[in-house]
């Protein structure tokens, strides 16, 4: 491949060309999955979030769960996707929302409104990740929402993660990762607070890829995930 | 110059009818205000004409004449719009349109590309538009607008031959009356003996001029298929309006909604006619008894679902009642051009664009406009600001736009902050080391270990009425429930707020 750029001349094309390239890895990447955005949780989840399905994060507050869903949107915008997350409360940081690539589209709401607003999205098609941040919310879902919201996720072939403080899916969830996070603290100055250790367990994850991936998922049911503060 | 003509005979009516397709069925006429508390009949269809009713009736005589008869009354609004719905018809197939009270007429040169067949597959094409606007139209195309208007009075498609000598033999037996308004000028032919076109046309021009003046040799020209009047084009206006007054105030949402409902198919109806979507709304209402209501209703994405403008009209609607019961409706529609977009081959495809489109502006229904869109930066160190701008709905929307992306979340996981927005006021217990507990309105908890305090401070060149001006102290705080809150206190008020929860 870099034989084959250095025949062109003109380095502005020879950089174009390269930008388009496709590495070997990726095309031999597991086609079930799509990165998480975090190399521990990959491995954990045997390849990453489901495709065409639906992941659930679950945790108390402070445990990595818009953490790990900003990874998951960074990650898939990283790849080209388009991207989308619906919002309950309007609580995205601006800093974490300032990455380059494809836009966000970013959908702030009511609880009641989320798991509407949601359907739209995912029935509009071609959102490679969809994200559902209920971190705060307190509804009631009935089972028929998470039926309908998995019947256009696995129509249209896309990852779908709903965050929120309790277990919500049960079974409608093909993936479930439950956080618990370590808080640590620099009183030097900002930032103030530094770091945060989590602890990320796989609770469910359907439909493994390969046997190896199965077998390490058996070996490690839980991994340690860290997030740096970005001040 | 080969020119489009397009008539629609009793245009005030027609476009009364608009309103109320389903009165095509039966004999209906028009009552237009003659005096205080008097209404004649002034315009009427064929079943009507046949039934017995004639202009000068008033609305009592022609309904005992012809018991089935819907009556309308002539409005202003309706007229407007009636009008601008027929010049829509000329904008569907051309750039420029020329309009002359109950005709329009346009260039046709160019049609031949799209309709090889021939001017007649032309203007048969340009006839079903007008129907599916609502008109019955009466469309020729000839060289001259003369000749043009004059084959619309005669037939209800006509194709004058381009060439003069063709021309002339197709105008010969048209009836003198079609080539000119002038009563007298058309009794003075009729006494002469010369009652068509031909045998006006075979008069000399110098001795009718003598006789009947400059406008008597301009029929004689007209008669000739030789027209020297101008085509004067304009082009569509920036809006597209639609109207309606209503029959009796309406004070409720639904009913409101059903007539916004009519107003918008038609609208689109003319926007996809000049292959347009709508990119936003203004309503204005008239209210009873007096004043007027105007909302600006943005769309998210350029849109043709009627639907979706009306559930956003309905909800902005619903958040803002008008403060009186509402007598008339004027909507004005803001044309955008849906765009095409070229996917990118080795990138994942976006969302194709029309549904974007729909989907954008159903989530605007469902959440507010502003509440949709991309994240954007704004220029203030308040750490909870934060804009939202348009999400793109072109080729930049999916993975197809230009450069690869780099997101540096993927390297680099780092902290979230979940702020709230307005920040919320808490009370805190402070000791000599700091913040020692918080109360808030879902939080109650001890602080385990804070650090801070850390101060900002901004906006000092604005002014306190915009907002301007602020200091904070902040803390990060560990509390008791487990959670990682960010606090600060206000250097003015001296009053904590919380402005969220790490997560």
């Known amino acids: 491949m870099v034989r084959a750029l250095e025949l062109v001349r003109d380095p502005e094309i020879a950089a174009e060309i390269s930008a388009h390239l496709v590495s070997l890895e990726r095309l031999s990447e597991e086609r079930g999955r799509r990165a998480t955005g975090l190399a521990a949780l990959d491995a954990l989840l045997g390849g990453g979030w489901p495709r065409a399905a639906l992941s659930e994060i679950s945790g108390r507050r402070s445990s990595g769960r818009t953490a790990v869903v900003r990874a998951a949107l960074a990650a898939a915008i990283s790849a080209g996707e388009s991207t989308a997350l619906v919002d309950v409360g309007g609580t995205l940081d601006a800093r974490a929302a300032m990455s380059k690539g494809p836009p966000l589209l970013w959908i702030r709401c009511l609880a009641a409104q989320a798991l509407k607003a949601a359907d739209l999205v995912v029935a509009a098609g071609g959102f490679g990740t969809v994200a559902l941040d209920l971190c705060d919310a307190r509804l009631r879902i009935p089972d028929a ?43 030097e100055g900002p930032p103030l607070f530094a770091r945060l250790e989590v602890r990320a367990h796989r609770l469910r994850n359907g439909r493994a890829q390969s046997s190896s991936s199965q077998s390490d998922q058996q070996q490690q049911p839980c991994v340690s995930l860290a997030f740096m503060s970005r001040s | 110059m ?25 004999p209906s006429a028009l009552l237009t205000s003659v005096g205080k508390n008097r209404s004649r009949v002034t315009e009427l269809d064929s079943r009507a004409r046949s039934a017995g009713v004639r202009p000068g009736m008033t609305a009592a005589q022609a309904s005992a004449t012809c018991p089935g008869l819907r009556l309308f009354t002539a409005t202003a609004a309706d007229a407007e719009a009636g009008a601008a ?9 051309a750039p420029r349109v020329e309009r002359d009270g109950e005709r329009i007429y346009f260039a046709a040169d160019d049609l031949t ?19 599916r606007l609502g008109f019955g139209a009466r469309v020729a195309i000839a060289s001259t607008k003369g000749s043009a208007r004059a084959a619309t009075r005669a037939h209800e498609l006509a194709v004058v031959p381009a060439e003069r000598a063709g021309a002339r033999a197709f105008l010969a037996p048209l009836p003198v009356h079609f080539f000119t308004d002038d009563a007298e000028l058309c009794a003075a032919f009729r006494r002469w003996g010369t009652r068509t076109a031909g045998a006006v046309a075979a ?39 639609e109207a309606v007054e209503l029959d009796y105030p309406v004070y409720e949402l639904e009913p409101l909604a059903f007539v916004l409902r009519g107003l918008c198919d038609r609208a689109l109806e003319r926007l996809a006619g000049r292959s347009l979507a709508c990119a936003g709304l203004t309503l204005r209402l008239t209210l009873d008894p007096r004043g007027l209501d ?3 209703i943005p769309v998210a994405a350029p849109t043709r679902e009627a639907k979706i403008l009306v559930e956003l009209a309905r909800l902005d609607l619903a958040r803002r009642p008008p403060e009186a019961a509402v007598v008339g409706v004027h909507l004005i529609a803001l044309p955008a051009r849906v765009r095409a977009t070229q996917l990118d081959i080795l990138r994942p495809s976006g969302p194709a664009p029309n549904r974007l489109a729909a989907t954008l502006a159903r989530l605007a229904a469902l959440v507010g406009p502003e509440n949709v869109g991309t994240p954007a930066a704004v220029d203030s160190w308040r750490e909870e600001a934060i804009a939202v701008k348009a999400y793109p709905t072109g080729g930049s929307s999916g993975g197809s736009s230009g450069a690869p992306a780099t997101a540096q979340l993927v390297e680099e996981p780092g902290l979230c902050l979940r702020h709230r927005r307005p920040p919320e006021e808490i009370e805190v217990l402070m000791d000599r080391d700091g913040p020692a507990a918080l109360r808030g309105a879902e939080t109650t908890a001890r602080i385990l270990v804070a650090a801070g305090p850390y101060r900002l401070s901004g906006e000092w060149w604005r002014d306190t009425a915009e907002g301007g001006s602020w200091a904070r ?19 003015r008020s001296g009053r904590f707020y919380l402005d969220g929860y790490y997560d």
């Open chain 2, 294 to 296: 105007v909302r600006e």
């Open chain 2, 203 to 241: 008069l000399p021009t110098s001795a009718i001029a003598l006789r009947l003046g400059p406008a008597g040799a301009a029929v004689a020209r007209l008669a000739r298929g030789e027209d020297d009047e101008p085509f004067l084009p304009q082009l569509p206006p920036d809006a597209l309006e």
């Open chain 2, 113 to 131: 590309r799209l309709y090889p067949q021939g001017d007649q597959a032309i203007a048969q094409a340009v006839q079903a538009h007008a129907a």
């Open chain 2, 2 to 26: 080969r020119l489009a003509c397009v008539h629609v005979p009793q245009l005030a009516l027609q476009a009364a009818l608009r309103r109320s397709p389903e009165a095509r069925e039966s």
């Open chain 2, 85 to 93: 719905a027929l010049a829509d018809v000329g904008y569907a197939f």
């Open chain 2, 473 to 491: 102290d902040y803390w990060d705080v560990h509390a008791s429930d487990g959670a990682v809150y960010r606090l600060h206190r206000d250097g």
């Open chain 1, 145 to 187: 929402a998470w039926v309908r919201l998995r019947h256009a996720a696995r129509a249209q072939g896309t990852t779908v993660l709903v965050a929120s403080d309790t277990r919500r899916l049960g079974a409608f969830a093909a993936a479930a990762v439950d956080l618990g996070g370590a808080p640590a603290f620099d009183t």
